[in-house]
């Protein structure tokens, strides 16, 4: 008897240890995780460049961009200054010149349109020739071993802008024709002028010409949260949570660049270091609080690339997709030969589809200072995209 | 029990970064062509197609092979450790069609396919079996010319499949810096075609032959 009573006390004893241990373990594991999570990770380069959809329509709606799974150590903050300069001109009336800009001059209306008879047609049409400047305070703090908190407060300017000429150019440089829909019918309009127009099922939902200057649209709030550095197998994966705050006033050309709503993202970041690359992946949802006729949600998904010459610069490739700002219609797609009825829509730019863009880019650290410079083509052609863009970012950190 | 068993595996996963040596750092580009059967549907992954059937009904039978040639090139990146490893692949493949039907109506059908996804090897010397998945992005432009009760129709969509997801297994045989390529390739893309509000597949079962540069 005294014999079963002490192997079984010995019994509970290896149990107590075994649970001890488990626990130590875990523990010391996820203590482990966290601690070096703050430091320099193995699976973290100089990341992504950060640049988020510029179509005018998604201006006023939070928006994912690419970003490293890592999150700044613990107290360190970094300020940032970026510009994104994007040219987009869509003209889904452009395919039989039914809008040019004689047109435009006259000042357009829902007729221009219209179809041949007269009649409203099912689904959006766009007459859009915009030049967008989106200014981006951010505001960025390590507040744990593998927590980030940020803040941005946008600015954003419609415009002429400039880049038309040079945009023309380079598509008569390698054989794009300016009249026909892979030139997005540029010909048929002024360069660097400013026309806004959205209709949809035959009534206007935007329409402007007054250029915006440097209007302040609405902030948001992100939280990253890095779950795992990885290792040599696994990679970092980190959780971002957004958030942007709806403002009330959106008079006048507010309107633009002002949902008014809501929306808050979550995104999944994921990351891998092989040697001089890194890889860099990320999926996620944004779910608009006011949709303003258009969709309800924006999805993205990101793949990038970085090659580190040296631990203060990087080469970026990349390539982003999202689902469309513009829902789905009842748009006539399939038109008899000949007709002079229906939409010109699923000629030039099927809207409510996906677009993906490629980014080209460097990323430099020299000290405390970060600079990023990049551009960006989209490579779909559909009207639910900007042409080209020119993006830089200068951060301070310590 | 199921719990603490996922516990251990990401614990000694997550500590098998310190304890494999790391060897050295591939960079391989391929040029790549194949054929890719797309009424074939990747398993586990395919998704039902309704397109070519909803035509079928009107347009009368398929007269077309839907095995399309397909060419593309990778790059393709992997860290080695000991007789394994796991790297990156980016590719992008892209292929031309024309699907006739019966009554002499005709879709024509543009594809590009940009994949990117993981892959793992095994080093066997004279030979490198390799598994691997993942997404990327399908662009479809569809070009129908159909007849329809005696007048004809025509009508171009586009589409992006924005969650297309693979999985591939392979061998490449090394001769020095150059290689040889052979893998099959299990693409779900399903395009949505608004004219007939029907999801068409765009990948299918490719079998892929490659050249490759090694450096």
Known sequence: ?398 | MVRKWLVSLVLILGSMSSAWAVDETFVTISSQSGTQDTSATAPVLGETEGYIQALEASQGALQSSRTVDLSGFSLDFYRVHGASAVGFEVKLQRYDTDYLFANGSRVSLSVQQFLYGVNAYHRGGWWFPFIGAGSGSVYGKVSESLTINGTSYSATTYGQVANPYFFQVGVRFPFGPFGLLLSRQYLSATMQVETEKQPLELGGEATILGVSLMF
């Open chain 1, 1 to 398: 008897m005294q014999q079963v009573l002490e192997g079984n006390q010995l019994r509970c004893k290896v149990m107590r240890l075994k649970r001890f241990l488990q626990t130590l373990f875990a523990f010391g594991g996820g203590l482990c995780w966290a601690v070096s999570a703050g430091a320099e990770t193995r699976n973290a380069g100089l990341g992504p460049l950060e640049i988020r959809p510029q179509f005018p329509l998604t201006q006023a709606y939070l928006a994912l961009s690419p970003e490293t799974a890592a999150t700044l150590p613990e107290g360190t903050v970094r300020y940032s200054y970026s510009l994104a300069v994007a040219n987009t001109f869509v003209n889904t009336q452009g395919g039989d010149g039914q809008i040019t800009q004689e047109t435009v001059d006259q000042g357009l209306t829902t007729a221009d349109f219209q179809d041949d008879q007269g009649n409203d047609v099912p689904g959006f049409g766009l007459y859009l020739d915009v030049e967008s400047q989106r200014h981006t305070l951010q505001w960025r703090r390590g507040i744990g071993p593998a927590s980030e908190l940020g803040l941005e407060v946008p600015f954003v300017s419609f415009s002429g802008g400039s880049m038309d000429s040079t945009i023309e150019s380079v598509h008569d440089l390698i054989g794009i024709s300016n009249e026909k829909n892979e030139g997005a019918y540029r010909a048929f309009s002024d360069r660097n002028q400013y026309a806004h127009y959205i209709i949809r099922d035959g009534a206007f939902i935007q329409s402007n010409e007054e250029p915006l200057n440097l209007v302040r649209a609405e902030p948001s709030v992100h939280w990253k949260w890095m779950l795992t550095e990885g290792g040599d197998v696994l990679p970092a994966i980190s959780l971002k949570l957004a958030y942007k705050v709806g403002e009330t006033d959106r008079s006048g050309n507010l309107g633009l660049v002002r949902s008014g709503g809501n929306d808050w993202a979550h995104q999944w970041l994921f990351a891998k270091r092989f040697d001089g690359w890194l890889v860099y992946f990320g999926d996620g949802l944004v779910r608009l609080g006011e949709t303003q006729g258009l969709a309800s949600f924006l999805s993205h998904r990101f793949m990038a690339m970085e090659y580190r010459f040296n631990d203060g610069y990087s080469f970026l490739f990349q390539q982003a997709s999202q689902s469309s700002i513009f829902s789905q219609t009842d748009a006539t797609l399939r038109l008899a030969d000949g007709s002079s009825t229906g939409g010109e829509e699923q000629r030039n730019a099927n809207l409510s589809v996906p677009s993906s863009v490629i980014m080209v880019g460097q990323k430099v650290v020299w000290g405390r200072l970060h600079w990023d410079l990049a551009i960006v083509q989209d490579y779909s052609n559909f009207g639910n995209e900007v042409d080209f863009v020119v993006y830089s970012k200068v951060g301070l950190q310590w």
